[in-house]
């Protein structure tokens, strides 16, 4: 799983919540989903401004990011715990600090008859710092997020590159069946980058 | 992004699809979501059996995985791509080389306008062997599980550890804010496992 914050205005000040819950809905529309236990202080402030941020916090922030899921807005203030700012949106906000910003308009909220409530997003625009982009697109190996492992819960970094998709399975057919894969979507490789924070899209 | 193989009993047959917009809905009763392209073969299957699959492909299948997301099931047959085997629900196949496997009953569809649709699975039962455990609980550098970063299109492993949860953020208030913070959910390290395919219960 990922590890994001997400952020709300709860009481008229920014509020932030760990949360590995977290998966793309769709690409278009741009759709996030974020999953909250019910009892937190964060959905309250979701409801009220239809609105919130996923932020994707980088490794060196693991402590603060560990540190926003141990304490409650409820009994901390953790408005000043990162220097926000906001885009379109007036109530979501987001976390100078992380590489990856996304600000979502409240699509809707589900309830599948357990302890948590389900926000679907649709993500209205992301920010990216052009340092954590390459060829416009944002680079894993510098935003370097946090992936969570259940149970166990430890967090972890991402390792090596294993290939590229659409393009590392190609040989595989013409191997175990003789048939001719076409790579169809040919990628360009990464090269020289950017620098300062920028909108990069919808579709991130 | 985590790279999953959803499969599906497609004209009586498994069929296998690589999916990376896939997210854990909600933890109790245990739900998963994935996101499929409206025009994929598996969408049928999934509505005709009401039931599928989300297997977690180990790094090693690299290849394979990606074979399964370049080939459509509508024109090449990828039923004996895998060694497929199955669980409490007879149509929902899951596939002997992946380290993880749930097995889910449809619980929802969700269309929000775009061209993809959301299969909402209630994960009825998950499998895992148990060399792919520790302490009963999955063990993420056993499974070494592969991620996918959108855009540039690219696989890649897990990194090292960086931290415990409930954990690595309790100096944080301290140093901050003078305020101290229980680490209320104390964590055991990992010790030595043991082996072979069991159900792993409904909670992973």
């Known amino acids: 799983m990922p ?10 000040k920014p509020n932030y919540l760990t949360v590995a819950f977290c998966g793309i809905v769709q690409a278009s ?15 309250e402030g979701i409801r009220e401004n239809r609105c919130f941020s996923v932020s994707i916090p980088s490794r060196h922030m693991v402590e603060v990011t560990d540190y926003c899921g141990i304490v409650s807005g409820k009994r901390v203030d953790k408005s000043r715990v990162f220097e926000t700012f906001y885009g379109k949106l007036e109530k979501a906000p987001m ?17 599948f008859g357990g302890a948590s409530e389900v926000f679907i997003g649709e993500i209205v625009e992301s920010y990216a710092e052009e340092r954590y982009l ?3 697109i944002p680079d894993i190996e510098k935003i370097n997020p946090i992936v969570f492992s259940m149970y166990d ?12 998709a659409w393009c590392a399975g190609k040989n ?33």
């Open 153 to 164: 819960n430890n967090y972890w970094g991402i390792g090596e590159r294993l290939g590229k």
């Open 29 to 43: 529309p741009a759709m996030i989903a974020v999953t909250l236990g019910k009892m937190h202080h964060t959905n």
């Open 3 to 12: 590890i994001t914050l997400v952020g709300a205005h709860v009481n008229g």
């Open 172 to 204: 595989f057919g013409e191997v175990n069946d003789g048939k001719k894969v076409e790579n169809d979507k040919p990628k360009e490789d990464k090269f020289h980058c950017k620098c300062n924070w920028k909108e990069i899209g919808k579709g991130v």
């Open 95 to 111: 976390i100078r600090d992380c590489p990856v910003n996304l600000e979502c308009r409240l699509a809707d909220v589900l309830d």
């Open 134 to 136: 390459c060829n416009e």
